[in-house]
């Protein structure tokens, strides 16, 4: 099965040295980007980058599927997380360098085919929270998932009860990290872009779409109601703790926009002075794989 997984970058970085993977620039593009993939080529949001993020690089495939070899099976990871393919406890792992990362991801193609052959969709591994629904409105407020909820049941009815399922759940899928097959692929697009649409045009400001992440663990639900089979694997991230002044300057930065509440503006410089064992442990509360 001929398969891609795009990875959507905005800066310079070292990619997986395996044909699978695909990085596609995304945001402001310099030297670096000569010669990849853009997601302002061919039908392109890339102008909506600060709104859209790495879901750019995802619509610039959806519209220009020619242009990433027309696929069996697309996926998207982000230049710093990536699934690691082999079960293991936890949702989360980190790592600070991008080194050797076939090796600490765990991938080998044989081991890649077997998996496409045996199940329907990749996911990440869930986080556990109180409930999707309160979870997203601690950190970014009711407007935005209020707006998908309303728009999912004007264009897509079919998904209203598993939106309702999802959204009331513990297991939260976070990363828009994703494996499908081509048609689910296309589904998939449809149905996230669509509803973001709605949102974009009836929403008061401008911020960036956070509840893409709430649509896409709708989308994964609605999947395992129709019976398909999911294969949940654990994400690794790459890099490292923010200095001191680069989290004073992020919170700074989130206090100069409307979006997100007064505990989520200040996230940058309290995750500076809470101990890196804590962080980890909430990032690793995970529902489980399957």
């Not at 620039?25 to 909506?48: F, T």
């Not at 792992?93 to 990362?101: F, H, P, Q």
Request: net charge positive; aromatic share 16%.
């Amino acid at each position: 099965m001929k398969t891609k997984i795009l990875i959507a970058c905005h800066k310079e970085f070292c990619p997986p040295s395996d044909g699978v993977f695909l990085p596609v620039a995304v945001g402001k593009k310099g030297v670096w980007s000569d010669g990849m993939l853009r997601d302002d080529d061919g039908e392109n949001i890339a102008k909506k980058n600060g709104t859209y993020n790495e879901l750019t690089a995802l619509y610039f495939a959806w519209k220009n599927f020619d242009k990433i070899g027309a696929p069996d099976a697309v996926g998207l990871n982000h230049y710093r997380r990536y699934f690691i393919y082999e079960k293991r406890r936890y949702a989360y792992y980190e790592t600070t360098e991008a080194t050797d990362l076939l090796q600490k991801t765990a991938f080998d193609e044989k081991k890649f085919d077997r998996i496409m052959e045996e199940y329907d969709f990749v996911a990440p591994m869930p986080n556990r929270r109180r409930t999707v629904r309160k979870n997203f409105l601690a950190a970014h407020g009711a407007e935005d998932l209020d707006l998908a909820m309303s728009a999912i049941g004007r264009l897509f009815p079919e998904y209203s009860l598993a939106a309702e399922e999802y959204v009331r759940g513990k297991a939260a899928y976070f990363y828009n990290a994703f494996l499908f097959k081509k048609e689910d692929f296309f589904r998939y697009c449809d149905f996230l872009f669509s509803v973001l649409a709605e949102v974009e045009r009836e929403r008061s400001d401008g911020g960036r779409f956070f509840v893409s992440e709430v649509l896409t663990g709708i989308f994964f639900t609605q999947l395992k109601r129709e019976g398909k089979k999911e294969l949940r694997l654990p994400i690794l991230f790459i890099g490292k703790k923010a200095s001191l002044s680069e989290s004073w300057s992020a919170t700074k930065r989130n206090f100069s926009k409307r979006e997100g509440n007064f505990v989520y503006k200040l996230k940058p410089i309290l995750t500076y002075f809470i101990p890196d064992f804590l962080l980890l442990a909430r990032k690793r509360r995970s529902i489980g794989g399957k």
